[in-house]
């Protein structure tokens, strides 16, 4: 296979998922190592999160009733139509759009059955920049709000490909903030973020990985991130959070025993 | 048709979330999505039942920002003169560098209207290049290019944000 080149252009295409899972994985390679443009890629990525958290208000409001009658006396004067262009309704037959797609990095197991399966170890470290870009937040942390927990549940599992549970952290100090869903090497994953009162925050990220033996927790430590991971069924499961090893490990002990409950 | 009522009726937020971050102003974007919806329900038969309407009314929409967008942008500043409509904003306490949705709106303004329109149904509305570029009817290539300069203009602009945001905090 040739290998093509990548330049600043196709961290665009990534980011809209524009990329073929071929490219995609070739890609990945090329971003390993071009620390300057990982830094564009995650610059694009929370600028774009930023834009979805503001406006996803917007799209929350009450319609006010004006639009509403305004429906309503444009549908008594109803006349008869043009015909929409022939391209048009090419393309309109071959798209369909789910409105949830607005929240769409590129899709999931559906849309990329075949997308690139990271090794654990990489889904790892990809938990952990995740922790440290999104913990850091203080208005966007997530994606979907706790407000909306059995929806965040759903939405994610349904993405992720497996069933999945936000784990109640209570007992251990800390609240569920909400989550988001990630791109993790062509597939999705799901990220859940926790506060304690303190501020300090832990994440739990999910994602495919490359089908290994089934592993107990092993500590993961990079620059000031930490993480304690285990992997089980093709999926990595990382705890993450700038806070000492042993509460992480009570936090990682609390998450996997009631992932194994839920299921 | 009652079906295809209320399929257009679920675009609306949607349709309103995209028609503000364009042209900010709230009673200005209504206006546009009231008259998309006219529009829509007058060619109802343009649209075909079973396909998502979500692209033929933001194609609606964004023909009828092109066309009025001269008329709208007169009608806005009066709007704006006389007061503010931020029901929405999040209410963010005053914190470093931090912006809300004011902020976004305005970055937004500060960019050209066919890149604004092109990081937007990419971006937030989710659409892939050949939709987002159907609706702009533009060619995919040019729509590429919109939503990177688009993409680079908008941080140089929260950038900047950003800054004076920090600068006020300090005053």
Not at chain 1, 163 to 192: I, N, T, W, Y
Not at chain 1, 196 to 204: A, C, I, T
Request: aromatic content about 6%; some cysteine.
């Amino acid at each position: 296979m040739t290998q093509r080149s990548f330049d600043e252009r196709d961290i665009h295409l990534a980011l809209d998922g524009e990329l073929s899972p071929e490219d995609m994985a070739a890609y990945e390679a090329w971003l390993e190592t071009r620390a300057d443009m990982r830094a564009l890629s995650a610059r694009y990525v929370s600028d774009r999160a930023l834009l979805r958290d503001t406006l996803a208000t917007l799209a929350r409001e009450e319609v006010p009733q004006r639009l509403q009658e305004g429906a309503h006396s444009a549908s008594r004067k109803t006349k008869g139509a043009r015909h929409m262009p022939l391209r048009r309704l090419a393309v309109a037959a071959v798209m369909l759009v789910a409105a949830g797609a607005a929240a769409g990095f590129w899709a999931g197991q559906q849309g990329f059955g075949g997308g690139e399966t990271l090794a654990a170890l990489d889904v790892v470290g990809e938990a952990v920049a995740a922790h440290q870009v999104y913990a850091a937040e203080k208005l966007h942390v997530v994606e979907v709000g706790a407000s909306e927990r059995s929806h965040l549940v759903g939405w994610l599992s349904n993405r992720v490909g497996t069933r999945l549970v936000a784990p109640d952290l209570q007992a251990e100090g800390f609240d569920l903030m909400g989550g988001r869903l990630l791109p993790s090497g062509g597939k999705a994953a799901a990220q859940f973020m926790y506060e304690d009162p303190s501020g300090e925050r832990v994440s739990l990220y999910v994602a495919h990985c490359v089908k290994g033996e089934t592993t107990g927790f092993r500590l993961f430590e990079d620059e000031g991130g930490r993480a304690f991971y285990w992997q089980e069924e093709g999926f990595a499961y990382t705890v993450a959070g700038a806070i000492s090893e042993k509460r992480l490990l009570e936090i990682a002990n609390v998450t996997y025993r009631q992932l194994l409950a839920g299921r | 048709m009652d079906g295809k009522k209320k399929a257009i009726v679920g675009e609306i937020p949607g349709l309103r979330r995209y028609a503000r971050a364009l042209l900010r102003d709230a009673d200005a974007a209504d206006d546009l999505v009231q008259d998309c919806l006219e529009r829509a329900f007058s060619r109802l038969d343009n649209w075909q039942t079973g396909t998502s309407p979500r692209r033929w009314l933001f194609t609606l929409m964004h023909n009828l920002f092109v066309d009025g967008v001269r008329a709208r942008k007169r009608r806005s500043e009066l709007v704006s003169g006389a007061a503010v409509d931020m029901r929405a904003s999040v209410s963010a306490p005053e914190q470093n560098g931090m912006l809300d949705l004011r902020d976004v709106l305005d970055a937004l303004q500060e960019i050209s209207p066919e890149r604004r329109a092109a990081i937007l149904l990419v971006g937030v509305e989710g659409m892939s290049y050949a939709e987002a570029a159907d609706v702009l009817d533009i060619p995919t290539g040019t729509l590429m290019s919109r939503v990177a300069r688009g993409r680079q203009d908008l941080r140089d602009i929260l950038d900047l944000a950003r800054r004076r945001r920090i600068l006020k905090a300090v005053e």
